[in-house]
C-alpha cells in the first residue's frame, strides 16, 4: 500500500468486499421478508451485477434488468405452448440460447450483456420449470422480481456508500495515453531510440486505446459523471483514434527521407526540433498552436509534374505534421475544458471528424456462429442425457451448459475458462455442503447466518474486486449463492444437493468437451482472420467512391489492431510487421483521403487513379501472405505520373498525399518514384 494514497484508495478492494456483502445480504433479507419463492437469486444476483466502479455497475444492472425480462417473456412464450412436446422444447431453447449468444458476440460492448442474459435466463428458468408448466408465469414473475430487487440493491449501496466514479478512472487513463503519445511522438520527430522502443510504444498505445474505450462506455450510465466530461472525454477519444496512425506516419517520412536529406534541408530539420520541444511543452510554457502551423505552412512547396520524390514526401510529412499540431493541441485545450468543467461546446478545435460518430468495432460473424452452435448443442446433449436416464434433478445440466457456454464464448479458448469455472464450482459445491449440513443446521437467527457467510462472502468480493481474480471470484460467489439456496425454512437433503450438484457439474464437463470440438481453434487462427478482415476492409474501401467515413474507418481498423496486438506472437513476421507499424491502417487512411481528393481532379486523372484502386481492391481481397504483387506499384507509379501533372492545385496534392502514403505503405523498399519517366524505377 502506498501511503500517500488516501485511504479510500488504498483499501478500495476491502471497501468493495464489504459494501458487496451488505448489498446481497440486504437484498436476501428484503426477499425473504417479500416471501419470494427463491430468495438466493437475488443474493447471488448481487454478485453478478456489482463492479468496482458505480458506472460499470449501474450499466450492467441496467442491462441485466433488461435481458432478465426479455428472457422471462420468452420464457412465458416457449414452455406453455411446447410442454407436451419436450424435444421441440428443447430444441426451441437451444436455438434461442444461441440466437442470443450469437447477437452478444457481434455486439461486443456492454450492451451485449442483454442479449447473453436474454439466452441463458430462459435456460435457467425454463429447464427447473419443466415439472410445473402451470405456474411457469408466476416462477418467471418471481426470477424477474428476484433479479430485479438484487439489481436495485447493488446499485443503491454502489452509487451510495463510498462510491467510486467511472470517470477519474477513465480520465487517467486518458491523461497517461496523451503523455504516452505526446513522447512517442517527440522521440519520433528526434529520431531517438531503436525501431523496437518505438514499437514496443506504438503497440502499448494501441492496446491502450481500446480498454480506454471498454472502460469508457460505462459512463454514460454512471451517475456520479458530468454529462459535459462524458461528452469532452468522447472528443478526446476520437482525436486519439487519429493521433495514433498519424505519429505512425511521420516516423515512416521521416525513414523515406534519410537523415542525408534532412542536412539538406537544415530549416526543416530546425521545424522538427521545435515541434518535438513543442509537443511536451506545458500549455503555458510552449507559443501557440496557429505560429507552429504558420512555420510549417512556410516550408510547403507547390507540387507540379517536375516535383522529385524527396519533395513529395517532404510536403507529405509537412501535412502529418500540421494534423499532429491539430490534434496536440485539441486535446490540450478539451483536457482543460474538462478540468474547468466547461461546456465542450466553447471549444475552438481544429480538428473535425467527417463521420461524427462513434468508431465502428471488429465482428466475426464466423466465430461468433461457431460459438452460438456450440452452445445450442451443448445444451442438446445435457437434455438428451437428462430425458433419456429420467434423472430427476438433470435439470440443472442444461441450465449450467448454457450458461458456460454463453460466460465464456468472447474468450480466445472458451473450453480452458469453462474448465476452470467447473474446478472453482466443484470448490462452491464443498464450501456449500459444508455449509448446509455442518453450520446452517445450528443456526436459528438471521444475524448469527450473516456473521457465518461473512468470511466466505467477503473473500470472494475481495477476489472480484481485483482485475487478476475477477473471473475466480465471481464464479464461487455465484455459484456458494445458488447452490446453498438459502430459504425461510431449512429443508436441505444430502441425496437431493448431491444429485442437484452432480448434474450441475455433468453440464459444465459436457459444455466445455463440446466447445472444445466446435471452438478447437486458438488465439493463432484469430489473429490470422484478423490480419485477413483487414485487408478485406481495405478492399472495400478501395472500391467504394463515397467519402465521410475516414474516423470509422480508423475506429474499426484500431480496435482490430488492438485485438490483434493481444495476439500478436502467433502472426508470421511479415505480418507482425505490419501490426508493428500500423502499416494497415495507414494506407486504409490514404485511400479514404485519395478518394476524397478525387472529386477536384481532372476525368483522365480519376481514371488512372480508380484503376489502380481496383487493382488495390483485388490484391488485397487475395491476400495470402508475403508480399503485394509488383504489378500494382507499377499502377501506383502510374497514377502518380498522372496526378503531379492534373490542374488543379488542391486536389492534386491530396491525391498526391494519398498516393504517396499507399505507395510507402505498401512498398516501404521500393526505389524511388522517378517523376521525369512517370513509371516505376523497376519497370
Not at 253 to 271: F, G, N, T, V, W
Not at 380 to 407: E, Q, R
Not at 554 to 562: I, T
Not at 618 to 634: Q, V
Request: with cysteine; glycine share 6%; hydrophobic share 50%.
Amino acid at each position: 500500500m502506498r501511503a500517500e494514497e488516501p485511504f479510500l484508495v488504498r483499501h478500495a478492494d476491502l471497501i468493495f468486499a464489504l459494501k458487496t456483502f451488505a448489498a446481497s445480504i440486504l437484498a436476501l433479507v428484503i426477499a425473504l421478508a417479500m416471501d419470494l419463492p427463491r430468495p438466493y437469486w437475488a443474493m447471488a444476483t448481487v454478485y453478478i451485477t456489482s463492479q468496482p466502479l458505480a458506472g460499470a455497475t449501474s450499466s450492467k444492472a441496467f442491462f441485466r434488468v433488461m435481458g432478465t425480462l426479455v428472457g422471462a417473456t420468452m420464457t412465458v412464450a416457449l414452455v406453455p405452448n411446447l410442454i407436451d412436446a419436450p424435444e421441440l422444447l428443447c430444441l426451441a431453447i437451444a436455438l434461442w440460447v444461441g440466437l442470443c449468444l450469437y447477437l452478444s458476440l457481434l455486439d461486443g460492448t456492454p450492451r451485449s450483456y442483454v442479449f447473453m442474459l436474454a439466452g441463458y435466463t430462459v435456460a435457467l428458468i425454463s429447464f427447473p420449470s419443466v415439472s410445473e408448466p402451470g405456474n411457469i408465469f408466476d416462477t418467471a414473475v418471481a426470477r424477474l422480481e428476484e433479479i430485479s430487487l438484487g439489481i436495485v440493491c447493488a446499485s443503491l449501496v454502489s452509487t451510495i456508500i463510498f462510491p467510486r466514479s467511472v470517470a477519474p478512472a477513465v480520465a487517467g487513463r486518458v491523461d497517461a495515453w496523451l503523455a504516452d503519445a505526446r513522447r512517442l511522438s517527440q522521440v519520433v520527430l528526434l529520431r531517438e531510440g531503436t525501431s523496437e522502443t518505438r514499437r514496443a510504444r506504438r503497440l502499448k498505445l494501441a492496446t491502450d486505446i481500446v480498454e480506454i474505450d471498454t472502460l469508457s462506455t460505462h459512463l454514460a450510465y454512471d451517475r456520479l459523471t458530468d454529462s459535459s466530461a462524458v461528452s469532452g472525454l468522447s472528443e478526446i477519444w476520437l482525436r486519439m483514434l487519429m493521433l495514433l496512425p498519424v505519429i505512425a506516419s511521420l516516423e515512416d517520412r521521416l525513414a523515406a527521407l534519410s537523415e542525408e536529406a534532412l542536412r539538406r534541408q537544415p530549416e526543416l530539420k530546425r521545424l522538427l526540433d521545435d515541434l518535438a520541444q513543442w509537443i511536451v511543452s506545458d500549455v503555458s510554457a510552449r507559443q501557440p498552436a496557429d505560429q507552429i502551423r504558420a512555420t510549417i505552412a512556410e516550408r510547403q512547396a507547390t507540387l507540379d509534374g517536375s516535383a522529385s520524390w524527396e519533395r513529395i514526401i517532404t510536403t507529405s510529412l509537412l501535412l502529418r505534421l500540421r494534423e499532429l499540431v491539430d490534434l496536440s493541441r485539441d486535446c490540450r485545450a478539451l483536457s482543460q475544458a474538462i478540468a474547468e468543467s466547461r461546456k465542450i461546446s466553447t471549444v475552438d478545435v481544429a480538428f473535425h471528424s467527417e463521420a461524427g460518430a462513434a468508431p465502428v468495432r471488429h465482428r466475426d460473424r464466423g466465430l461468433a456462429l461457431w460459438s452460438a452452435a456450440g452452445a445450442a448443442i451443448a445444451i442438446l446433449i445435457c437434455c438428451l442425457f437428462w430425458i433419456g436416464t429420467g434423472w430427476p434433478d438433470g435439470a440443472s445440466a442444461p441450465m449450467m451448459a448454457a450458461v458456460a457456454c454463453s460466460f465464456f464464448a468472447a474468450q480466445d479458448e472458451p473450453a480452458r475458462f469453462i474448465r476452470s469455472f467447473g474446478l472453482w464450482s466443484l470448490v462452491a459445491i464443498v464450501v456449500v455442503a459444508i455449509y448446509l449440513f455442518a453450520l446452517v443446521p445450528a443456526i436459528s437467527h438471521i444475524e448469527v447466518l450473516v456473521i457465518a457467510l461473512a468470511p466466505t462472502f467477503l473473500l470472494y468480493g475481495l477476489l472480484i474486486a481485483r482485475p487478476a481474480t475477477a473471473g475466480t471470484g465471481m464464479a464461487l460467489a455465484a455459484n456458494t449463492a445458488t447452490l446453498l439456496a438459502l430459504q425461510s425454512t431449512y429443508n436441505a437433503d444430502f441425496a437431493s444437493y448431491a444429485n442437484s450438484a452432480a448434474a450441475f457439474f455433468v453440464g459444465v464437463v459436457i459444455a466445455e468437451l463440446v466447445t472444445r470440438i466446435a471452438r478447437g481453434v486458438g488465439a493463432e487462427w484469430i489473429a490470422n482472420r484478423l490480419v485477413l478482415s483487414s485487408w478485406k476492409t481495405l478492399a472495400v474501401a478501395a472500391e467504394r467512391r463515397g467519402k465521410r467515413d475516414r474516423a470509422e474507418f480508423a475506429g474499426l481498423m484500431l480496435h482490430r489492431l488492438g485485438l490483434l496486438v493481444q495476439r500478436i506472437a502467433f502472426l508470421s513476421e511479415s505480418d507482425r510487421r505490419d501490426a508493428d507499424s500500423l502499416v494497415q491502417l495507414r494506407i486504409g487512411l490514404n485511400i479514404i483521403d485519395l478518394r476524397r481528393a478525387r472529386y477536384g481532379l481532372a476525368a483522365t486523372t480519376i481514371h488512372v487513379i480508380d484503376d489502380m484502386l481496383d487493382q488495390l481492391a483485388i490484391a488485397c481481397r487475395r491476400y495470402a501472405g508475403g508480399g503485394m504483387p509488383f504489378e500494382l506499384l507499377t499502377s501506383i507509379d502510374r497514377a502518380l505520373a498522372r496526378a503531379v501533372k492534373d490542374p488543379n492545385d488542391r486536389a492534386r496534392e491530396d491525391a498526391l498525399i494519398g498516393l504517396v502514403g499507399i505507395r510507402r505503405g505498401l512498398f516501404p523498399d521500393a526505389p524511388a518514384y522517378r517523376p521525369s519517366s512517370g513509371k516505376s524505377v523497376a519497370a
